[in-house]
């Protein structure tokens, strides 16, 4: 290479940015950007918990209960209800009956509403508010033959820890003319009796 070949490739090298040079200007243009999207999103949840607070201090549950009733708005409603729902219990057993209809069902709403029902039982015993709708439910033809809400109303007695309403749901299934129904039964069988004698442990 000449002499005048090496001080051209000398000068552009000054004037060209290099490969480390432009990444090392994308990170610091992306950090910016990083920060700028924290700083919205902050604000944007800070609006959201102020707008959670004023919806609460009014009258939720006529809203809260055609959102669920309707089905318009119902997954925005139960996600409310799992955010909030284990510091309202009363806002949640006000809306039993809306929520027990959406567990009857193993989509989305289905896995949403247990989940609340579930925090809610872990302080407040449910068996006489749900009583009334399992027997309902167990009573209409078209429930008892539906699988995929027999299935729903046992993971939702099961999760709540309701073995007595489990028994009737057990009953229930085992008489449905849909065979599919009835093989429910078998991934929930009856627990042991406690009254029962228990087998002495072997000597060791």
């Known amino acids: 290479m000449s002499w005048f070949d090496t001080l051209l490739d000398g000068l552009l090298g000054d004037d060209e940015e290099s490969e480390a040079q432009r990444a090392w200007k994308e990170q610091g243009e992306a950090d910016h950007e990083r920060d700028q999207a924290r700083s919205e999103l902050r604000e944007a949840e800070e609006r959201y918990a102020a707008a959670v607070s004023r919806f609460l201090a009014a009258d939720p549950v006529p809203v809260l ?91 939702t007695l099961d999760d709540v820890g309701d073995t007595r309403l489990m028994d009737q749901w057990r009953r229930a299934a085992l008489a449905s003319a849909d065979p599919d129904v009835r093989e429910i039964v078998e991934e929930y069988p009856p627990d042991e009796d406690p009254a029962a004698p228990r087998e002495p442990d072997a000597p060791r």
């Not at 409310?80 to 989305?108: F, M, N, Q, T, W």
């Not at 006489?128 to 539906?146: H, I, N």
Request: proline content about 4%.
């Open 65 to 155: 209960r055609e959102a669920l009733d309707t089905g318009r708005h119902s997954l925005r409603a139960l996600n409310l209800l799992r955010e909030v729902g284990a510091d309202h219990p009363d806002l949640v057993r006000a809306l039993l009956p809306e929520l027990y209809g959406c567990c009857l069902s193993i989509g989305k709403p289905g896995i949403f509403g247990r989940e609340v029902m579930r925090t809610l039982s872990g302080t407040t015993d449910l068996h006489d508010d749900l009583a009334p709708l399992v027997a309902a439910t167990l009573r209409d033809e078209d429930e008892v033959t539906d699988v995929f809400a027999m299935r729903g109303l046992v993971m």
